[in-house]
T-cell receptor, first 112, second 114 residues
Framework: EAAVTQSPRNKVAVTGGKVTLSCNQT?????MYWYRQDTGHGLRLIHY???????EKGDIPDGYKASRPSQENFSLILELATPSQTSVYFC???????????FGPGTRLLVL | GDSVTQTEGQVALSEEDFLTIHCNYS??????LFWYVQYPGEGPQLLFR?????EKGSSRGFEATYDKGTTSFHLRKASVQESDSAVYYC?????????????FGIGTLLSVKP
């Protein structure tokens, strides 16, 4: 079974600060995804990647950057955090035509 | 654009009750449809999927049938248990979508009382 881990699990940041959320997967999947989860909105795609060195914009990319330095690692970067980015962030990985996405446990981010 | 609509934001049931969570979608062609379940403190996990008209997906006593005519994929379970309490997400992957992206509904919080 795919293993996706995220760090940190909880983060408190100040407005205007830089935040980096990290994701690691050990199943050698090509595709990785970053979502945010908010009540009333469900899961919304921020950025995704086809493989090392690639990043693509999802449905709500504004205010976020992504980095995929290797097959295993995919980071989400908030250069200037704002309170509206307070949310729970999930990373996922997947591969193949059926592309079941395997999710990490989530990172709870609070921006004050 | 493609979308998924879940009409129930919250559902409260007692054990052994029958469950229906409605999911309707809007997409061209034949999208693949999914149900994911998220238990407290965890990430979502796949419950099951279906990719063609009239196909039934099922797992752990839950089932849903792909209906292209009504553009629906309603989740049902005959007798819920307290351990089924979780958030349920309906999702679709559009045919030929770039990066195999998923579009999720808003989620339905199921609470089951013993």
């Amino acid at each position: 079974e795919a293993a996706v881990t995220q760090s940190p699990r909880n983060k408190v940041a100040v407005t205007g600060g830089k935040v980096t959320l990290s994701c690691n997967q050990t199943n050698n999947h090509n595709n990785m995804y970053w979502y945010r989860q908010d009540t009333g909105h469900g899961l919304r795609l921020i950025h995704y990647s086809y493989g090392a060195g690639s990043t693509e914009k999802g449905d709500i990319p504004d205010g976020y950057k992504a980095s995929r330095p290797s097959q295993e690692n995919f980071s989400l970067i908030l250069e200037l955090a704002t309170p509206s980015q307070t949310s729970v962030y999930f990373c996922a990985s997947g591969q193949g035509a059926q592309d079941t996405q395997y999710f990490g446990p989530g990172t709870r981010l609070l921006v004050l | 654009g493609d979308s998924v609509t879940q009409t129930e934001g919250q559902v409260a049931l007692s054990e052994e009750d029958f469950l229906t969570i409605h999911c309707n979608y809007s997409a061209s062609g034949y999208p693949t449809l999914f149900w994911y379940v998220q238990y407290p403190g965890e990430g979502p996990q796949l419950l099951f999927r279906a990719s063609r008209d009239k196909e039934k997906g099922s797992s752990r006593g839950f089932e849903a049938t792909y209906d292209k005519g009504t553009t629906s994929f309603h989740l049902r379970k005959a007798s819920v248990q307290e351990s089924d309490s979780a958030v349920y997400y309906c999702a679709l992957r559009a045919y030929g979508s770039s990066g195999n992206k998923l579009i999720f509904g808003i989620g339905t919080l199921l609470s089951v009382k013993p």
